[in-house]
């Protein structure tokens, strides 16, 4: 969903005001997305979302129904993943640690 951020796009004042707004919000979202995943309850609702939204499986289905349902979470959880990789990275590795026993952090620096 997208917003409208500024009414006159050719006042300064308001591009200006939109953009510190914009820094702001991305800021905040950082900071809340790091608090939260900083408690090992929060990072275990993460990963409840993440499975649920199958962002480590494929979402394709034999009923194209199922699928385009399946695709929808997907998309989310592949975004909230693609997030904590950027924002909080050594909370996502810690998250995957504490519950996924299969996985093994990339010692070498390579991928999440």
Do not use: F, K
């Given at each position: 969903?997208?917003?409208?951020?500024?009414?006159?796009?050719?006042?300064?004042?308001?591009?200006?005001?939109?953009?510190?707004r914009e820094?702001i919000?991305?800021?905040?979202a950082?900071?809340?997305?790091?608090?939260?995943?900083?408690?090992?309850?929060?990072?275990?609702?993460?990963?409840?979302?993440?499975?649920?939204?199958?962002?480590?499986v494929?979402?394709?289905?034999t009923?194209?129904?199922?699928?385009?349902?399946?695709?929808?979470w997907?998309?989310?959880?592949?975004?909230?993943?693609?997030?904590?990789i950027a924002?909080c990275l050594?909370?996502?590795?810690?998250?995957?640690?504490?519950?996924d026993?299969?996985?093994e952090?990339?010692?070498t620096?390579?991928?999440?």
């Amino acid at each position: 969903m997208s917003r409208v951020l500024v009414r006159n796009a050719g006042d300064p004042e308001q591009v200006r005001a939109a953009e510190t707004r914009e820094v702001i919000e991305r800021r905040q979202a950082r900071e809340d997305l790091r608090a939260v995943m900083a408690t090992p309850a929060g990072r275990r609702v993460i990963w409840r979302i993440l499975n649920r939204g199958q962002a480590y499986v494929s979402a394709y289905r034999t009923d194209a129904r199922d699928t385009a349902r399946a695709l929808g979470w997907s998309e989310h959880a592949v975004m909230l993943r693609e997030d904590l990789i950027a924002h909080c990275l050594d909370l996502y590795v810690q998250m995957r640690v504490e519950n996924d026993p299969e996985y093994e952090p990339d010692t070498t620096g390579d991928t999440p």
